[in-house]
């Protein structure tokens, strides 16, 4: 996946523009619509496709997505069904890289090799089946008022593609990003 990300923002940076990477939560508003609503994504402009995995305790995601856990929760989806929806959006012609959201309770629940060997799985162009996976980061804005500069450092070292940013660091993430070539 690492190397479909990057040559998405490789391609976006070329073409002057800020890649495009909407998030849904898997199974909301159905579980029959998930598929559907990756297409449309992709039809829409998505680069890049952020397909969050339904968590029963999303704290650090906000009101929205955690009404939208809820609802995807309540109709069963659990992260074998939210692989196979984005198989079923593949199915259909989905080629956007996808990139699973998680915390990491539901991938330990799941199981860490088990969820790698089910990526490696995916249909072509799906970037699971590149044999690689990669780490993105992402900094929860309730963390950010005693998070340093060199915090936010050492999180870009281990990210593979990306690190998400809250607003609040701006500043820091762009001087950051200027530093380690950062999409």
């Known amino acids: 996946m690492a190397d479909a990300i990057a040559e998405v923002f490789a391609r976006t940076k070329a073409e002057g ?3 495009f990477v909407p998030f849904v939560t898997a199974g909301f508003p159905t579980l029959d619509a998930t598929a559907d609503i990756l297409l449309a994504m992709e039809a829409s402009g ?3 496709i952020e397909v969050g995995m339904p968590f029963s305790d999303p704290l650090a995601d ?3 997505i955690q009404a939208a856990n809820t609802v995807a929760l309540r109709a069963g989806v659990t992260m074998e069904k939210c692989l196979g929806m984005v198989e079923d959006a593949r199915a259909k012609g989905l080629a956007a890289p996808v990139i699973l959201m998680t915390y990491y309770n539901p991938v330990l629940r799941y199981g860490e090799e088990r969820l790698v060997a089910r990526c490696k799985e995916c249909e072509p162009p799906s970037p699971c089946a590149r044999g690689s996976l990669s ?3 992402v900094l929860a804005p309730s963390l950010t ?7 936010l450092s050492q999180a870009a070292c281990t990210a593979s593609s990306w690190l998400t940013c809250p607003p609040r660091r701006a500043a820091c993430c762009s001087s950051l990003a200027a530093r380690r070539a950062l999409p």
């Open 17 to 19: 523009r800020a890649a």
């Open 46 to 48: 998505a680069d890049v």
């Open 62 to 64: 906000g009101g929205t």
């Open 135 to 137: 780490l993105l980061r």
């Open 145 to 151: 008022a005693a998070l340093p500069c060199i915090s």
